[in-house]
């Protein structure tokens, strides 16, 4: 995937549309400061703007591969613009997530991209796991990752609140004695 071309059409197609967004997964915590290896690009969606995304992903020749109530994955018939995911906010949880998002640049700061708080990201980890357990490994390498860098400086009552939603509060107050403490 060709990251700066597809993400630059994706952005000035947001923007020019007015899509209230933010970049989740593996390029969002590159943005934070803690790449990761990813193949694909991710984001939330507000879902009053989900047509319009559509509208906008259309006219750049994506086309829809899976539509369900919280998910929809689009893919471009040319492998350089690859593969798009958009994660549904309609709960009260992602439209304050969604809220929160702030922009940051990328690519020798040429654009900005509005990417979740870490906190944010944390939590949808946190729910990927807890809804899939073949994922638990992977994301809980990017969540001590991104509580390594952060550390301290995160709100750790909004992290214990995701664990405390999927019933693993606990681990989040393990993880807090290992990386809230002083840098």
């Known amino acids: 995937m060709d990251f700066e071309h ?9 923007e020019r549309e007015h899509v209230r967004y933010a970049a989740i997964g593996g390029f969002a915590m590159g943005a934070l400061g803690v790449p990761r290896a990813t193949v694909d690009l991710d984001f939330l969606i507000h879902h009053e703007d989900l047509e319009r995304v559509r509208k906008i992903f259309g006219t750049l020749g994506f086309g829809r591969l899976t539509h369900m109530e ?14 798009i995911d ?18 940051y640049p990328i690519f020798d700061r040429r654009y900005m991209i509005n990417v ?9 980890k946190v ?7 073949e994922r638990r490994k992977k994301e809980e390498v990017d969540i001590e990752t991104l509580m390594a860098r952060f550390g ?19 681990e989040a107050r393990t993880l807090r004695a290992r990386f809230g403490r002083a840098q």
């Open 70 to 83: 919280n998910v929809s994955h689009y893919v471009h018939r040319d492998s350089r613009w690859g593969r």
């Open 116 to 124: 979740l708080e870490a906190e944010d990201i944390i939590g949808l």
């Open 6 to 14: 597809v993400l630059r059409s994706v952005l000035e197609g947001f």
């Open 127 to 133: 729910q990927a796991m807890a809804n899939n357990p």
């Open 86 to 103: 958009i994660l549904r906010a309609f709960r009260t949880y992602s439209l304050k997530m969604l809220e929160r998002a702030r922009p």
């Open 152 to 170: 301290r400086a995160l709100d750790w009552s909004r992290v214990q609140e995701y664990y405390d939603l999927f019933e693993l509060g606990e």
